[in-house]
C-alpha cells in the first residue's frame, strides 16, 4: 500500500466514525518526517478515543502498526504515527488552537473527495 493509499483508506475509516472536517496534507515536499498528515476532529474526548481506536483496528487488520501513538490517556489530541502517514485527531478547539494545517501550509492539500462522503 502506498502512502496516499494508506492516507485515503485511514480517512475513509474517521469519515465512516463521523470525525469531522477530515484534511490530509502532503507535507514530503518540505519535511522528511512523513510524507502525509491526516489531521481530524471530534465532538468529544471519547469519540478521540474511539476515532484512534478505529484507526489502529482497521489498519492492524492490513498488517500496519503505528509506530508510536500519543496522547490517548488526555484524548484532547491523539497522534498516531504509521511512518509515512501521521494522523491527528483534535478534540474540540484543541485543533484551532495548533493550527497545523496553517504550521505546514507549504504542504499541498490532497483531494479527498472520493472517499469522504457527502454531509
Known sequence: MTSLDMTKKIASVLDAKKAQDIKAIRISKVTSIADYFIIASATNTT?????????????TKLGYEPKAVEGYVSASWIVLDYYDVIVHIFC???????????????GDSVDLSDVLTED
Open 47 to 59: 469519540q478521540v478515543k474511539a476515532l484512534a481506536d478505529e484507526v489502529e483496528d482497521q489498519m
Open 92 to 106: 474540540g478547539d484543541i485543533r484551532e488552537f495548533y493550527s497545523l494545517e496553517r504550521l505546514w501550509s507549504d
